[in-house]
């Protein structure tokens, strides 16, 4: 039964457990496991029948050694998984190494170090002056995960990204966890900040999102919500029966004096940032999840004109996001308000962001088409002295995914708004093809 299960899975994994598809769980669980199981021993039990109602039959020549049930239950499963799915357009690192720790205790092997890549080209074209067009590379993305025992895993992404000719690499996630029990998973190293939704479900890899870009509120690189924290984290599942309520807790290094940048080499001012977030998936809605995330740290800004001896803010970010991963139809909507108060003044800066992203895979041409739409806001005050030169954004997307394969696909976007760094509307087109390998 052993080597069923691990050819099983194994094949599950390579053609699409890097990515949530519309219809599988949003984690790997014993319950998944034991469903596997059973799924190879009633595809057993059918091939026995086959074989013996194939015996009874044969009347002349000497039967011909007929593949061991345990071998066409195997060719079945790997059928089965590669038939064509709907592509997969998320993942987590908490998926991800779930799957392994999973493919990892079948084989009793360690370390069992897996590769995945990603990678896009894309087109661009502005309608506004001074904005160049043409073709560019996106970001060649590695993810490693390697089960060092049945509790330890670890996981890392790694980023090749062309900025103004040059390949900046950027190691975007190393993280080290321990799997306690389904109530505590205690992990130490560089993660997506789980501030919000988007950030901690879609990646480097843009073949796992649905759009071409990430929304106002969390691209890579913005000021406005930090996008990775090094820290310390636990997380898991909290009993609640039907509601499926689930949890992470940090503590780490805030941001640094680039508040685009993470204190990758420790925290600028010796305050600690620490986050919660809480959820609830009920099983019932497998595509459903609601939940919320409060962020708190003390940033420091460096001299400036206009900030002549720089200063210290207190930051709250208080978040909430709203989703249902199905395909048919898709949609999210997250909301952030981020906080300021200056300790030299005491005045106080809200400043919010959100959006709201609809899609639906069409049912035809296998399942290849789907539209989307999304809006994007982001305000923030004029003499916000954390922001500035922060422009407002104001946005309307409309896209296209059409899927080449179960790993590549071609999208097409037209945007129409203002927003960083163009304060004045303009008409863009987006063309981009991503992959994964």
């Known amino acids: 039964m052993r080597p069923i299960l691990?050819?099983?899975?194994?094949?599950?994994?390579?053609?699409?457990?890097?990515?949530?598809?519309?219809?599988?769980?949003?984690?790997v669980s014993p319950a998944d496991v034991q469903?596997?199981?059973?799924?190879?021993?009633?595809?057993?039990?059918?091939?026995?029948?086959l074989e013996a109602k194939q015996s009874a039959t044969a009347t002349s020549a000497a039967?011909?050694?007929?593949?061991?049930?345990?071998?066409?239950?195997?060719?079945t499963a790997v059928a089965q998984a590669q038939q064509p799915?709907?592509?997969?357009?998320?993942?987590?690192?908490?998926?991800?190494?779930?799957?392994?720790?999973?493919?990892?205790?079948?084989?009793?092997?360690y370390p069992n170090l897996k590769i995945r890549g990603f990678a896009d080209v894309d087109f661009g074209a502005n309608s506004a002056h001074g904005i160049n067009s043409g073709f560019q590379l996106g970001?060649?993305?590695?993810?490693?995960?390697?089960?060092?025992?049945?509790?330890?895993?670890?996981?890392?992404?790694?980023?090749?990204?062309?900025?103004?000719?040059?390949?900046?690499?950027?190691?975007e996630r190393t993280i080290i966890r321990y799997d306690w029990n389904d109530l505590a998973k205690f992990s130490f190293g560089r993660y997506h900040t789980p501030v919000n939704y988007w950030n901690t479900a879609f990646h480097h890899g843009a073949w796992l999102q649905t759009t071409i870009a990430r929304p106002d509120m969390i691209v890579f690189g913005s000021r406005f919500i930090p996008v990775h924290f090094i820290g310390a984290q636990s997380e898991g599942s909290i009993p609640s029966g039907p509601l499926g309520a689930g949890y992470n807790l940090g503590i780490g290094n805030g941001r640094s004096s680039n508040l685009a940048r993470a204190g990758d080499s420790?925290?600028?001012?010796?305050?600690?940032?620490?986050?919660?977030?809480?959820?609830?998936r009920p099983p019932a809605l497998r595509h459903f999840q609601i939940g919320g995330s409060v962020y708190r740290d003390e940033i420091s800004l460096p001299n400036s004109s206009l900030l002549p001896d720089g200063q210290n803010f207190r930051e709250w970010i208080a978040s909430g996001h709203l989703v249902w991963?199905?395909?048919?139809?898709?949609?999210?909507?997250?909301?952030?308000?981020?906080?300021?108060?200056?300790?030299?003044?005491?005045?106080?800066?809200?400043?919010?962001?959100?959006?709201?992203q609809v899609a639906y895979r069409l049912p035809f041409d296998a399942r290849k088409w789907k539209p989307?739409?999304?809006?994007?806001?982001?305000?923030?005050?004029?003499?916000e002295p954390t922001l500035l030169d922060f422009v407002n954004v104001r946005k309307s997307t409309f896209g296209m995914r059409y899927d080449i394969s179960d790993f590549a696909a071609f999208k097409a976007e037209y945007r129409n708004g203002r927003g960083n760094p163009l304060p004045q509307r303009s008409n863009a087109l987006a063309l981009q093809t991503a992959f994964t390998f």
Do not use: C
């Not at 059973?38 to 026995?48: D, G, S």
């Not at 039967?63 to 060719?75: C, D, I, L, T």
């Not at 895993?153 to 690499?169: C, D, K, M, P, R």
């Not at 989307?372 to 305000?379: E, F, T």
């Open 6 to 27: 691990i050819a099983f899975i194994a094949a599950v994994f390579t053609t699409g457990a890097w990515g949530r598809s519309a219809d599988a769980p949003q984690q």
């Open 35 to 49: 469903a596997l199981l059973a799924r190879i021993e009633k595809l057993e039990q059918r091939v026995a029948e």
């Open 63 to 75: 039967p011909q050694p007929a593949a061991s049930s345990s071998e066409s239950a195997r060719s």
């Open 325 to 356: 991963t199905g395909e048919t139809p898709e949609f999210y909507a997250e909301f952030a308000n981020v906080h300021h108060r200056s300790e030299l003044t005491g005045r106080t800066f809200d400043n919010q962001g959100g959006y709201v």
């Open 85 to 109: 799915k709907p592509t997969p357009v998320t993942t987590s690192a908490e998926e991800m190494q779930g799957m392994h720790t999973v493919l990892a205790r079948a084989g009793e092997e």
């Open 139 to 171: 970001q060649f993305v590695l993810h490693f995960a390697s089960a060092l025992s049945p509790k330890v895993s670890y996981f890392a992404e790694v980023s090749l990204t062309a900025t103004a000719g040059v390949y900046n690499v950027d190691l």
């Open 372 to 383: 989307y739409y999304r809006y994007d806001y982001l305000q923030v005050p004029a003499n």
């Open 266 to 280: 420790g925290d600028v001012n010796n305050n600690r940032a620490w986050l919660g977030n809480f959820y609830l």
